[in-house]
């Protein structure tokens, strides 16, 4: 498969067969750096994860990282923050590992993704003077990589390891994985503005439908949770591989 930025390394691209992966001696795996301190901790990710790698099989083992590029890099590299290159690279790739990306929290209407600045105009950012790092506001990007990719299991694996001081009495009992659903409810939320036509008459149908008041100046946030996306189950052999 060919890309316009992507230049895949060589090394053993990760394959499903018969139900199962196939993970050769040097798997590839897509690594996005991410903005802001993702741009420093992540090659040091890298740095600890291949030592590890090679501490554990004496050098028999390597992973083959291959650059992909969101957030400030997509913007440097595309001209937008989340291109569609990079989603279908993480498909071709079947793994990424990321690290954090600015996700906007104000009302402004551009984000530096260089410094995480919101303003309200683009061109050049008013806080670190950087003329390639504004862009428009936009929904999260750790948000749409879980729906564009189906990414519907949060894994969350909890242990306590021997040495390190913990508050808990009985910490070296902990051992347990956290499961959360992780494109719908808050993921998946529409959100309508206060006095606005669709929040007055969410807040009249709900007073029909069930008595219940709702004040009128009150913003309405929809959370869905389906049953289908509950139920991983259900899922295609491609993304019940994937977990974000």
Not at 32 to 56: E, N, S
Not at 66 to 94: K, M, N, W
Not at 147 to 170: E, H, I, M, T
Request: neutral net charge.
């Amino acid at each position: 498969m060919e890309f316009k930025e992507v230049r895949i390394p060589e090394g053993d691209l990760i394959e499903y067969r018969d139900g199962k992966l196939v993970i050769g001696d040097r798997p590839v795996i897509g690594v996005l750096r991410g903005d802001g301190i993702g741009i420093d901790i992540t090659p040091v990710m890298q740095k600890v994860v291949d030592a590890a790698v090679a501490k554990a099989y004496g050098g028999k083992r390597a992973i083959a990282w291959c650059p992909l590029y969101a957030g400030l890099e997509g913007l440097q590299h595309y001209g937008s923050e989340f291109p569609d290159e990079t989603v279908e690279a993480i498909r071709y790739l079947r793994i990424a590992i990321k690290g954090p990306f600015t996700t906007p929290i104000g009302e402004e209407t551009h984000v530096c993704l260089a410094c995480a600045h919101q303003q309200n105009h683009g061109g050049k950012c008013d806080k670190c003077g950087r003329e390639d790092s504004v862009c428009p506001r936009f929904q999260s990007i750790n948000v749409r990589f879980r729906q564009r990719l189906d990414l519907f299991a949060c894994v969350r694996p909890v242990r306590y390891f021997d040495g390190v001081p913990a508050p808990n009495k009985y910490a070296d009992k902990v051992n347990f994985v956290i499961f959360r659903e992780n494109t719908e409810d808050v993921y998946a939320g529409h959100d309508f503005e206060r006095g606005s036509e669709t929040a007055l008459a969410v807040i009249d149908l709900v007073k029909k439908m069930t008595g219940r008041e709702i004040r009128p100046d009150s913003g309405i946030g929809i959370k869905p949770i389906s049953e289908f996306g509950t139920k991983a189950c259900r899922r295609s052999p491609w993304c019940t591989r994937a977990t974000s």
